[in-house]
């Protein structure tokens, strides 16, 4: 007797822990973003399901390709819970990732989302870089068809190396996986951090911190 309460015991521990591991799952069949309630909660209140219709779960555009006439020489077209209110509490969104010849799209994470990336045309190397201490660059140059996984949260980039554009579907893990660009937050934060700060970070002179802020 005393062996089934420890089995059942060890049962509902390993239960609980995968349980709270996890994203809960919805309590109903949809929970549409409002997105200009009134009520502030993580994430999104629901829209009056009697208000919803199917313009809530479609979004258009993304066999348009991206602007990649900037100084990255690439374009991210994003559908998340803010341009797809039905994604709210599904934990998933998606985007089409362009970039040109020689283009790149910079070190960045998202802080709430693991990433795959499908490439549907040209020739992309897609990397990630491992946490501290070891910091190790784990990249694939990938073809079209090719599938590359980028964990929850890491440091990762894509660039084009081939002689056309390049483009990639790119899934995510959170309805709202938000972007956090490597050099944007070190060296565009507002206010500035301080530059005798980073200057002994990256083991640069102050001028040098100098010249790059200037750049964001």
Known sequence: MA????????????????????DNSPLQDFCVADLNGPVHVNGFACKDPKLVNADDF?????????????????????????????????????????IAPGGV???????????????????MQVGFVTSNPENRLISKVLQKGDVFIIP??????????????????????SQNPDLITATNAVFGANPDIPNDLLAKAF???VKVVDQIQSNF
């Open 3 to 22: 062996s089934h309460f420890v089995s059942l015991g060890l049962i509902m521990l390993i239960t609980s822990s995968f349980s709270l591991a996890s």
């Open 58 to 98: 479609l979004f258009r555009g993304l066999h348009l390709a991206g602007n990649t006439s900037n100084p990255d020489g690439s374009q991210s077209t994003r559908v998340t819970v803010a341009q797809l209110p039905g994604l709210n509490t599904l934990g998933i969104s998606m985007a089409r990732l362009d």
């Open 105 to 123: 799209n910079v070190p960045h994470t998202h802080p709430r989302a693991a990433e795959m990336v499908l490439v549907i045309e040209g020739s």
């Open 152 to 173: 929850d949260g890491l440091v990762h980039f894509q660039s084009n190396v081939g002689r056309g554009n390049a483009v990639a579907i790119v899934a995510l893990s």
């Open 203 to 205: 083991q640069v002179d």
